[in-house]
């Protein structure tokens, strides 16, 4: 029960651990100072306090080109003009598809009476001969001029 299968089988497991990529330069960092130096401020509170840092100017939002009003009831118009067109393009693939598939159909239909008629002419024409008179063969019986035979 106990047999080592390819189920059961322990088979150890060898660990590989990644070793850190040093780059092959790497550039000291150099500090460096703003362009300008900002003016220190100082704000005394309400208690007593001073308070004494850099002033924060708020970040100017870059100016956006300002686009032109389209109306809503524009926008409605032109998609319900193009689901227009698509309908009635789809609409025309449709009619297409149908008349194309109707002579397909009528085409098959009189190519199987074509070969229908031929074979039914074939068994008229080549059956056997007893001498004059039109013979035709039903079931392995032969009628002639009226008569049955068989």
């Not at 009476?113 to 063969?137: E, M």
Request: hydrophobic residues 50%; positive net charge.
């Amino acid at each position: 029960m106990n047999e080592p299968t390819a189920y059961n089988r322990i088979t150890p497991v060898e660990v590989h651990h990644p070793a850190p990529i040093t780059p092959a330069y790497t550039a000291p960092l150099v500090p460096v100072q703003p362009g300008t130096i900002p003016a220190v401020a100082s704000v005394v509170l309400p208690d007593g306090r001073v308070v004494t840092g850099y002033a924060i100017e708020p970040d100017k939002p870059e100016p956006s080109v300002a686009k032109p009003a389209v109306s809503r009831a524009a926008v409605n118009i032109a998609l319900g003009g193009v689901g227009f067109l698509a309908v009635c393009g789809g609409l025309l693939l449709l009619t297409s598809f149908i008349a194309a598939l109707t002579a397909l159909v009528t085409q098959l239909v009189i190519l199987a009476a074509v070969i229908f008629g031929g074979w039914i002419a074939v068994q008229v024409f080549s059956a056997s001969g007893h001498g004059g008179g039109t013979t035709v063969n039903i079931r392995k019986a032969v009628i002639k001029r009226n008569k049955f035979y068989g």
